[in-house]
């Protein structure tokens, strides 16, 4: 049974930083290439980063670039997203999610078939 759980949210003021991780069970975690989506409340998922598991490159939302880092340590099955300069339009529930496609095809929320449950992120003004 494969489990994404995500940890690291919380509420910080505008200008702070975060650290997000999602810890990865039940799938051969390096193989997969993962993102992080986020969803404000009223609006839809939107895609924010992610990273292609055969390359380790990373896509990033252009609303992020700069900002956010993704990264991975395979050998912990983790995924982490390390954002700093938040901005209070950050506030979301960050999700993180697993799929075997890759590039910008992972853009796509639909091409995901594992999520976590998500972690709050809220930045104050």
């Known amino acids: 049974q494969v489990q994404l759980v995500e940890s690291g949210g919380g509420l910080v003021q505008a200008g702070g930083s975060l650290r997000l991780s999602c810890e990865a069970s039940g799938l051969p975690f390096s193989r997969y290439s993962m993102g992080w989506f986020r969803q404000a409340p009223g609006k839809e998922r939107e895609f924010v980063v992610a990273?292609?598991?055969?390359?380790?490159?990373?896509d990033y939302a252009e609303s992020v670039k700069g900002r956010f880092t993704i990264s991975r340590d395979n050998a912990k099955n983790t995924l982490y997203l390390q954002m700093n300069s938040l901005k209070p339009e950050d506030t979301a529930v960050y999700y993180c999610a697993a799929s075997t496609y890759s590039g910008s095809l992972l853009r796509n929320v639909r091409l995901y078939p594992h999520w976590g449950q998500g972690t709050q992120v809220t930045v104050s003004s």
């Open positions: 990273i292609t598991w055969s390359t380790g490159s990373a």
